[in-house]
């Protein structure tokens, strides 16, 4: 191990070999994975643009057996910076979430990624239940509801199945947690013009409206 280490030190320091340093340090840390020497050689190079990943992906095992939960997460970030697979994005960001909800109990954070993940896959059920259990112990609804929103402008084929769904959430959102009568409206208003038959969506809006005396805007639907 320790000649490992000398000749990642040579490479690095007196060859100019990055490479070759980094993977003489990746044998060096297989066998002792607690030298400390050779992990802060490592971390040098996560700050080279060529080998961070590479020393990224080395230091990984080493952070999970320290439980050195935030230079893990670092390492999970610079995969993020080069990944273009989006299932590995997706899985990644997952893991980041959960690490700061699991382990450093850092629930603002967790929400931040788990929201990066909607975005990823605005789709899937999963994902925006975590959001909203999150949304719920934090107390931060508005919060997720503009992280809806910002996919709802970007977003105007209210055909697909995903912008269905996550208009009908941001509508119960505006409706029974914030309050925002006008919002809400307008999210009832575009899952109506993709199906003038969802009673659902009618007696959610007929029912906000009523509550709220919005008469003007009720008798509007009715025209509708």
């Not at 975590?130 to 503009?146: C, G, K, P, T, V």
């Not at 659902?200 to 809006?205: I, M, N, P, V």
Request: hydrophobic letters at 40%.
């Amino acid at each position: 191990m320790e000649l490992r280490y000398h000749l990642g030190s040579l490479f690095e320091a007196e060859l100019g070999s990055p490479d070759r340093a980094v993977e003489n340090y990746r044998q060096a840390i297989e066998v002792d994975p607690h030298h400390h020497k050779t992990v802060m050689a490592l971390e040098r190079f996560l700050h080279d643009p060529d080998q961070r990943t590479v020393a990224a992906a080395v230091l990984k095992p080493v952070y999970e057996l320290h439980k050195n939960w935030p230079s893990l997460i670092r390492t999970y970030e610079i995969h993020l910076d080069t990944a273009s697979d989006t299932q590995a994005r997706i899985e990644d960001s997952k893991a980041i979430a959960s690490l700061y909800e699991e382990k450093l109990r850092d629930r603002p954070s967790a929400f931040t990624w788990y929201a990066k993940v909607f975005r990823e896959q605005p789709g899937d059920q999963w994902t925006r239940d975590q959001l909203a259990r999150l949304a719920n112990l934090l107390d931060n609804w508005s919060e997720l509801a503009a992280v809806y929103q910002l996919f709802l402008d970007d977003n105007s084929r209210d055909s697909d199945g995903a912008t269905l769904d996550v208009l009908r959430t941001a509508a119960e959102i505006y409706d029974q947690r914030l309050d925002k009568i006008d919002e809400a409206k307008e999210c009832y208003r575009r899952i109506l013009s993709q199906n003038s038959e969802d009673l659902a969506a009618f007696d959610s809006l007929e029912a906000m409206l009523l509550r709220s005396e919005r008469w003007m805007d009720l008798l509007a639907v009715y025209h509708e």
